[in-house]
């Protein structure tokens, strides 16, 4: 019996902060994923972690109370852990929805297919591209090597320490604002350049109804410019990786 809890008590343990960290991320939680492929999945990435993650409790000497705080501890540092590249992730949409309030968007919206519910149309262009690009650039390793670092910083078993989780989720909310800011800057720039033009042409011009000659410029420019800022992913990605090593996992 206590050969069994000895295997079974880590893995639960594993099981616990995989689950939790896979349930929040924009990806493997996705809704549009079956329930059985996101459990399949975390339950073969724990299988993996549990190969090469060291035990650091003697899971014979734990108890039944214990050993539920651990699993409590386990689920706060992954959902922590998600909450966190999540915030980050929420970067390109949020880019997206500045970009469409400065086109005259703001009041559009469409169905997002995979969430059901109401998207913008620059913002789901934003976020479906970046998707792709992360996923074809092997952003995966990188989420399960955040996963991997948190183990470095915070061992199998020990107490959750709110004051990190709560820098940590902070820090992912400015990052998030700064890389909207960064992906958003080229049309945002150019919509500020374009409404400058059409303020000269109003003074220049009064009889011009600016606001409906406009409109057409400030779509068309700022669609043009959105598809430009889509290649422009990559280097998104590489400053998304910079900031987890720096920031998650030490």
Known sequence: MEAWI?????????????????????????????????????????????????????????????????????????????????????????????????????????????????????????????????????????????????????PMGSAPNPAVMAEAIVSAGAAMLLFALKLAAPVLAALLVLAVVMALLARAMPEMNILLESLPLRIGLGLILAAAVVPMMNSFIAELADWMNRSLTG
Do not use: W
């Not at 073969?44 to 190969?51: E, G, P, S």
């Not at 409590?72 to 590249?85: D, R, T, V």
């Not at 976020?127 to 090597?145: C, E, I, K, W, Y």
């Open 6 to 154: 000895a295997i079974l008590l880590p893995f639960v343990l594993l099981l616990g902060r995989i689950s939790a960290f896979f349930a929040v991320l924009p990806i493997f939680g996705n809704r549009a994923i079956p329930m059985q492929v996101r459990a399949g999945a975390a339950i073969l990435v724990t299988i993996f972690f549990a190969m090469i993650t060291p035990v650091t409790i003697a899971p014979a000497k734990v108890g039944t109370l214990e050993a539920g705080l651990m699993l409590s501890g386990e689920i706060l540092y992954g959902l922590a852990l998600g909450l966190a590249i999540s915030l980050v992730f929420q970067a390109v949409r949020q880019a997206g929805c500045m970009a469409e309030r400065e086109m005259g968007f703001a009041t559009s919206s469409i169905i997002d297919p995979v969430s059901g519910e109401e998207g913008d149309a620059v913002s789901l262009l934003f976020d479906t591209a970046f998707m792709l690009v992360f996923l074809a650039a092997g952003g995966h390793r990188l989420l399960l090597s955040a996963i991997g670092g948190s183990y470095k910083l915070f």
